[in-house]
């Protein structure tokens, strides 16, 4: 928790970067980085599968709008995060 400027009590809410930005390239190039140094937790080539799992389709979700965060729920259960991964993969504006 922390203070807003009216000294009321702010909640932020945390969760694992895959489900935003899998491989951590979108925000330094909009941010006007020149280079990027991004570690992936899958070998190039790898099989990505689109299929939304058991975790994106209940788990998440029920964590996502019992915080009042319905769209990001529905961006999990329609397995937004994973094509999102697979865009950043075959982009080769990241990968030359």
Do not use: W
């Amino acid at each position: 928790h922390q203070k807003n400027t009216n000294n009321e009590d702010e909640t932020s809410h945390c969760f694992d970067a895959f489900g935003y930005e899998g491989i951590p390239l979108r925000s330094p190039v909009q941010d006007g980085a020149t280079h990027v140094l991004a570690l992936r937790s899958a070998p190039e080539g790898c099989n990505m599968k689109t299929k939304p799992t058991v975790f994106s389709k209940g788990v998440a979700p029920l964590y996502f709008n019992s915080n009042n965060m319905p769209k990001v729920a529905e961006y999990f259960e329609c397995g937004g995060q994973l094509y999102r991964y697979l865009e950043d993969e075959e982009n080769e504006q990241y990968f030359p």
